[in-house]
């Protein structure tokens, strides 16, 4: 369909400038869980202490595109052994159009793993469940606090010297 002017000439749509943010795919890169003491851990009666972990990276796959991976690590241990263990990295492609530049890596440091978040916590409470313990229902990450803290970690960091 086109459009007219005031003059009456037909005038071209324009282009696709709003901000876009795809996800391409999705995918498991590592997964590890380990049941080091079982059956023993399996009739553990006391609590756990869990202890978890969360990084995230990114690595540009082209221009647009960008590869975020989200890296969970965790432990439950009770009585001074380990009960289990896990492992995730959880990636996503995604497509980043018509962003300004300087937005881009707040948006692929917290959108981009604010998104894969979900799936990735699904695929630890089944890897726990499958391995004889409830469900790990881990809680949800503050990913705007994660960026925050690394940005002001690497303030914080002295610049690195080059030898003369």
């Known amino acids: 369909m086109t459009s ?3 003059g009456g000439e037909s005038a071209s749509p324009a282009p ?8 391409l ?3 498991i890169k590592d997964l590890s869980f380990e049941n080091p003491n079982a059956p023993l851990s399996l009739t553990q009666t006391t609590q756990p202490q869990i202890a978890i972990s969360v990084n995230v990276s990114a690595n540009p796959r082209s221009d647009t595109d960008v590869e975020v991976v989200l890296r969970l690590e965790g432990k439950a241990e009770a009585g001074g052994s380990v009960m289990f263990s896990f492992e995730l990295e959880f990636g996503g492609l995604f497509r980043i159009l018509n962003v300004p530049q300087e937005q881009v890596h707040p948006l692929v440091m917290i959108e ?13 409470a089944n890897a726990v469940r499958n391995g004889g313990f409830p469900p790990l229902l881990l809680d949800p990450i503050d ?3 994660l960026y925050q803290q690394r940005m002001a970690q690497l303030q914080t960091q002295p610049a690195p010297t080059t030898p003369v």
């Open 25 to 27: 795919a999705q995918y």
């Open 16 to 23: 696709n400038t709003a901000p876009q943010l795809s996800v």
């Open 4 to 6: 007219t002017t005031n």
């Open 112 to 124: 981009c793993p604010r998104l894969l978040f979900p799936f990735a916590r699904e695929i630890v």
């Open 143 to 145: 990913f705007v606090a």
